[in-house]
């Protein structure tokens, strides 16, 4: 069943550093103020009235919950427990750093409903997360991934490569590393350059670059693929656009509206390219995929027909219930095959 989560941002609420990349502020498009218990009821209620039949929890992002007075924490959760009760919301989803998880509190969060932690790791690469003075090492996020497995929570990571220091084999041990430890998703976003940080400065100073927009793709096309290989859900690519994060407050690197599609749709043209290989240049082709994967397939501005159709082949899309979502089958005269986008596609990220 489809889950809907309601959203409340506590920007940088909680956080005891600032990173050199972070603006919450920017990200979220919100200063941060903590919701009342009224504001919450209110904008849950909101939400039940268009969530149908679907399950809904409520989640805190964007500041460091557990660093917060406890008082504030049971401030945010408190008004949850009688929705918790009457099975109006169905869980909790809080975010935080890795250095601010003790074992002896998650009980505490638990009994009050808390079923998902997401840890800001940013990079299991110690070199990393010195040069953006993240405050931690790669030693803590592993022991809090560890630690809230142990308890029975699901933990996400959030990963930002492209980090100073950062490079694509650095990206995809930071990747292995999180999964090693238990991960159950992960986010992946490209670190961008927001106007005011440090890392505007030392943009503008020419002591830093960013992933450009193609380079992004690569990589998070072969990260992703390599999460799915490992049965661990990507479930976000690229931070949401919207009236915080928007062209004036982004100086540069990766920032495209539909950044995750882009890097989907990569992924389903490499299996096409890898299919129709082989085939005549100028030979017909009908693509066929499970009717959810239709723009993946296709890509934006129908890119993935246009490149498949350079050398002359007429194509078509038709979808097949059948398929599972990531497969693709492609019929041409009497030939015809079908792959998988995690178990038949083969690429080193070495190479990216």
């Known amino acids: 069943m489809k889950r809907v989560t309601v959203p409340f941002f ?17 990200i979220s498009g919100t200063i941060g103020q903590l919701p009342t218990s009224d504001e919450i009821i209110a904008k849950v209620q909101a939400w039940q009235r268009s969530a149908g039949s679907c399950s809904m929890e409520v989640a805190f992002f964007g500041g460091t919950f557990t660093a917060l007075e406890l008082d504030i924490q ?30 002896g509190h998650l009980g505490w969060l638990a009994d009050r409903g808390v079923r998902t932690i997401e840890l800001g790791v940013q990079s299991m690469d110690n070199s990393v997360l010195a040069a953006v003075g993240r405050g931690h090492d790669a030693a803590s996020s592993d022991a809090a991934i ?3 497995r142990d308890h029975g929570l699901s933990v996400g990571a959030q990963l930002m490569p492209g980090l100073p220091g950062d490079t694509p084999a650095i990206s995809l041990r930071s990747l292995e590393y ?3 430890a238990g991960v159950d998703f992960v986010r ?27 380079e992004g793709i690569s990589l998070c096309k072969a990260l992703l693929h390599t999460a799915l290989k490992a049965g661990v859900s990507v479930i976000r690519i690229g931070l949401q656009d919207d009236e915080g994060l928007n062209s004036g407050s982004v100086l540069a690197g990766c920032r495209h509206p539909a950044f995750g599609q882009l890097v989907r749709s990569e992924l389903y043209y490499d299996l096409l390219r890898q299919l129709a290989s082989g085939l005549p240049d100028a030979a017909s082709l009908s693509i066929h995929c499970h009717p959810s ?15 498949l159709s350079e050398k002359g082949r007429a194509l078509e899309v038709k979808t097949d219930v ?29 190479e990216v």
């Open 10 to 26: 506590i920007s940088h609420q909680g956080c005891p550093h600032t990173c050199i990349f972070c603006d919450q502020q920017i």
């Open 74 to 103: 049971e401030q945010l959760l408190w008004p949850l427990q009688s929705l918790l009760a009457a099975g109006e919301i169905d869980s909790v989803r809080i975010s935080t750093r890795p250095d601010c998880i003790a074992a």
């Open 146 to 148: 560890r630690c809230i």
């Open 178 to 180: 999180v999964i090693a």
């Open 188 to 214: 992946i976003y490209p670190a961008l350059v927001l106007r005011g940080t440090e890392l505007a400065r030392r943009f503008e100073a020419d002591e830093y670059s960013p992933l450009e927009l193609n």
């Open 293 to 307: 994967r239709v723009s993946d397939v296709i890509g934006q501005s129908r890119v993935n027909l246009k490149r």
């Open 322 to 350: 059948s398929l599972l979502k990531e497969e693709i089958a492609i019929y041409c005269l009497d030939y015809h095959c079908k792959g998988h986008v995690v178990t038949d596609l083969q690429f080193n990220i070495r």
